[in-house]
Every structure is written in C-alpha cells, then in structure tokens.
C-alpha cells in the first residue's frame, strides 16, 4: 500500500467520506460494527469501499491469549475481508477473552517466552485462516506487571520475525504507556523494527478522570497532541513513509476537523511542509 | 494450566470480581479500575445506542444506573457489541427502580427488534407479484412481531426524531401489536392489529398462502388492504422456504 495517510470511518461523516477526494486518504473501520448479516451500515461500507481503500481494523480477537481465537469469530473476520478485500487487516497485542466473557478492553500479560509462542500460534491461525498478513499493535499500558521476560518491541519484534504478521506502531499508545510506566517513549520507538512496521497510528489520550491517579489514558476523544506529533515525525525519518491513521473514537468533532489532522500526516508523509 | 492462562484466569476474575489475588499493589490495582471502567464504558454505551427510546423515557443517568447493572451481571459474550444487550429487555422488567414502568420492558423488547432488524440479512424483498396460493409466503429476514401489554409502538414511534410534539398526548393506552420490518433503507414500526399478526405468524408457520389467507378472511380481513399494507411495509420476501 502506498504509504498515505487514512481516517477512522465514523458513521456520521459518511456523505463527506463519500464525496472526499484528498489525495491518497483511506478509511479505517473497526471490523466488528460490519460483522453483522445486512442492512443499511452493510451497504454504507460497500460504498466507502467503492469510493476509498478500506483498512479493517479488529478489536476482538484476543491474539495475546493462552486459547486460540474464536473460531466463529475468525471466520466472521474472512467474511468481511472477503467482502470488503480491505488494504490492510490488523487487531491487538491484547486479549479480551476469558470464560466466556468479552473484556471490551486491551487487556495486558506478562510477556514471557510461553506467551509469545501462544500469540505467535494465534497470529498463524488468523493469517492462515483469513490467507493474508494481519499486523498487530501495540496497545496501551497502565501497569507495569511483574514477570516481562522480553521488552515490548523484543516481543513485537520477534512475533512479526516468527510469524510474517506486520506491525501498527501507534506512537499515542507507545506515548500513554511511556507515561504510565516510566519509560522513555523515543527509546521505546527505535528498538522497533522499521521494517515490520506496516501501519501507524495517531489519537488523543486524556488524563484519568480520577484526579488522584497520575495515568493517562487512551481516550481516542482529543486531537493528537504536539509531542505525539513530534515522536511521530522522528518514526517517520527513521523508518520511512507508512499509512498513518488519525484516530478518533469519543467526542467526535466535523469531518472537517479530522481531515485537517489527516491532512497533516499526509504532509509529513508526502513532504508536503505547507500541511503542516 | 499454564502460567499465561492462569495470569489471564487471576486477571478475569479481578477485573469482574473486583478482589485481585495479582502482585502489583496499588499499580496493579489502578490498571484494573482503568481496564474495568474501559470496558464497562463500551458495554453500556453500546446498550445506550441499542435502546435509545429507553434511555429518552427514564432519562440519561437513571439509564446508566441500570446499563451498569446489567452489564456487571450480563456482561458481553462476544466482540460484537452492536448487537450486545438481547437480554436487557426481560433485565428491565425486574429491575427494581424502574418497578413503577411496567410498559418499559414491551418498549426495550420492541427496541430490540428494531436492532435484530437493522442488522438482518438483505433478503430481496416481495413487490405482491407471482403470489402462488400454494405456496408459503416468506416473513423477510428483518421483519419481527413484537407484541405488547401496552402501548409500546405509539411510544417508540412519538420518541422518533421525525415525530410531532403531539404524538405523546395522541396515544391511547391500550395493547399494541409492533410489526417491525426494513422495506428500504431504513427500520420502519407499524402498530398492526391481531388479525395482520395473526397472518404474519401464519406465514412465519410455513402455512400455504391459500391457508393464510383463507384464515385471514374468516377472521373479517379486508384481504387487499391488509396484503397491500405488509407488502408495502416489507414483511415478506421472494424467497419461498424450501427453494
């Protein structure tokens, strides 16, 4: 995929993604809001699709997890990349599955060498399943566990080298938890691995609504703000050019507002300093 | 076990029931409240856009205070969480502080439907064309029944966004029948009376057309209003059972 920069699809600004025709902008859905049968939003994404690249992004598939995938899960994800045949498909180091209940969150673990080898086989069902790469991102952190055997680019790093799966580096969540778990966050950008990196990604954070709580959190309900925008620029001379999405899930401004801050990835990725 | 399960095992069960046998302290224990209001957050906003009628009728904070309840004893199953909350209906109707509204539970049902008929399948809908008597005529994927103690359709449809303000005062409290279907792009409510019903439920029976009909009649139906009526509503689809 060329690497231009993309916009989270909300359902709201449909008439004006439609009509958009900024140069290279993509449209990122989350994957489980179209794993329905039919109906209106089904045939709002085919729209999209006609008009934009899709990126499907999934929350839900709990890779980062000592069980497999949901096998009925799974296979709804090949209906809709089947579909849809999305530029890209991506879900998280997380997991949120256990006993039957779905945790709606990014969920951590301690990364050790038996967790790695569980995510490493779940990536492989998923990618030998859906018969395409799937990239994986980091998500936020709020706590550092006791019992990391390996650094999260180590174990990002080695999953992508044993697995093929691509990397979404969202430089907002390495941010959240450098802040969350005191680290530095421009270190923790470098010991990725350039060339695993498929995807970026960019959002707001806030801080805890509970005052007596020093973390921040990973909102997607604010404009990216100067210093993720900073750490974002050095990735980007690193590593090169990658598709950059501007996320935004709470708090929703116009189609307008997003597309200003889209338009600035775009600059930065395009050298285009008059967007930014 | 392995240790990865058992960390996810101890993680769960502190997340849900709140007491963490996890080493951490109180990092440990601010990353849970994090990961718990993040989670809860999703469920009950799903619910909020899954029953928006209930939440309009009881008010934003009072529907919240149930959302909660609910999501912490039937939290989601599964990732889609657009479709999270069949349950909440029959929730509602035992849920103490609304005791006082007992026709909530018909409008949560009925919202319900709304949802199962937003995201059902894209059968081709039935324009009346070719009707062959001996053969059952097929409810289309979106259309439900939703029958009601009360007057839940003439409530749904006064809270719509294309509703007058007079709609509220109009409605007459009385049992209500909700015939929910997608005929275009869009869910349409119909408040249908018992024989429209009736023959919708006989369709869904597999019973011929001919036998439909024919019951239909005998119960004092003006068979070519009420044909025109489903028919233009989208009840039915192409699709005969069977083919």
Redesign the interface.
């Known amino acids: 995929m060329t690497p231009t920069a993309g916009l989270g699809f909300k359902m709201e600004h449909l008439d004006e993604a439609l009509s958009a025709t900024d140069p290279g902008l993509w449209f990122e859905v989350h994957a489980?809001?179209y794993?329905?049968?039919?109906?209106?939003?089904?045939?709002a994404l085919a729209a999209l699709r006609a008009q934009h690249p899709i990126s499907v992004h999934?929350?839900?598939l709990s890779i980062a997890?000592?069980?497999p995938p949901?096998r009925?899960?799974l296979l709804?994800l090949k209906h809709l990349c089947d579909r849809t045949q999305p530029v890209l498909v991506s879900d998280h180091l997380a997991?949120?599955r256990?006993?039957?209940?779905?945790?709606?969150?990014f969920?951590?673990?301690?990364r050790?060498r038996?967790?790695l080898a569980?995510t490493a086989d779940n990536v492989a069902m998923v990618q030998d399943t859906l018969g395409r790469q799937l990239l994986v991102e980091n998500p936020s952190l709020?706590?550092?566990?006791?019992?990391h055997a390996m650094s999260e680019a180590e174990f990002l790093n080695e999953l992508a080298l044993v697995t093929g799966c691509g990397l979404i580096l969202d430089v907002n969540n390495v941010y959240v938890s450098a802040h969350n778990l005191s680290f530095d966050a421009a270190k923790a950008l470098q010991a990725i691995n350039g060339d695993a990196v498929a995807e970026t990604h960019l959002a707001g954070h806030a801080a805890?609504s509970?005052p007596s709580?020093p973390?921040l959190?990973d909102t997607h309900g604010a404009p990216v703000n100067a210093a993720v925008w900073s750490l974002y620029a050095q990735l980007i001379e690193r590593i090169g050019p990658r598709p950059t999405l501007i996320e935004r899930d709470d708090d929703i401004p116009g189609f307008g507002a997003l597309i200003a801050e889209r338009n600035r990835a775009h600059g930065l990725l395009t050298g285009q300093p008059e967007y930014v | 076990m392995?240790?990865?399960?058992a960390?996810?095992?101890a993680?769960?069960a502190a997340?849900?029931g709140g007491n963490s046998t996890l080493?951490?302290g109180p990092?440990?224990a601010?990353?849970l409240?994090?990961?718990r209001n993040?989670?809860a957050k999703?469920?009950q906003d799903a619910l909020a856009a899954n029953y928006p009628v209930v939440a309009m009728l009881v008010g934003d904070e009072p529907f919240a205070a149930s959302a909660a309840a609910f999501v912490a004893v039937r939290?989601?199953?599964?990732?889609?969480?657009?479709?999270y909350g069949a349950d909440f209906p029959a929730f509602l109707g035992d849920y103490a502080p609304f005791a006082s509204l007992d026709w909530l539970g018909d409008v949560a049902a009925l919202e319900r439907a709304v949802v199962e008929?937003?995201?059902?399948?894209?059968?081709q809908l039935f324009d009346g064309s070719a009707l062959d008597l001996e053969r059952p005529l097929t409810a289309h994927?979106?259309m439900r029944i939703v029958r009601m103690a009360g007057p839940g359709a003439s409530i749904w449809l006064a809270h719509q966004p294309a509703s007058d303000l007079g709609a509220l005062d109009r409605i007459e409290w009385t049992a209500e029948i909700a015939l929910v279907t997608?005929p275009g792009?869009?869910v349409m409510v119909t408040a249908i009376d018992a024989v429209a019903a009736q023959f919708c439920g006989d369709c869904n029976a597999e019973l011929t057309l001919g036998e439909t009909a024919a019951a239909a009649a005998r119960s004092g139906a003006d068979l070519a209003t009420l044909f025109a009526a489903l028919i233009g509503a989208g009840a039915f689809t192409t699709l005969h059972s069977g083919d």
Do not use: K
């Not at chain 1, 709020?142 to 019992?147: A, C, D, E, H, Q």
């Not at chain 2, 392995?2 to 399960?5: G, I, K, M, R």
């Not at chain 2, 939290?75 to 479709?83: A, F, K, N």
């Open positions: 489980e809001n794993m329905v049968d039919g109906g209106p939003r089904l045939a999934g929350v839900g997890s000592s069980q949901s009925t899960h709804r997991w949120q256990w006993d039957g209940v779905h945790h709606a969150d969920l951590p673990f301690p050790t038996a967790a569980h709020y706590v550092n566990l006791p019992g805890d509970d709580s973390l959190i | 392995s240790e990865h399960a960390f996810e095992q993680f769960a997340l849900t080493p951490g990092d440990i601010r990353a409240t994090v990961h993040t989670s999703a469920a939290p989601p199953g599964e990732p889609r969480l657009c479709l008929a937003l995201f059902a399948a894209d059968d994927a979106a997608r792009g869009a």
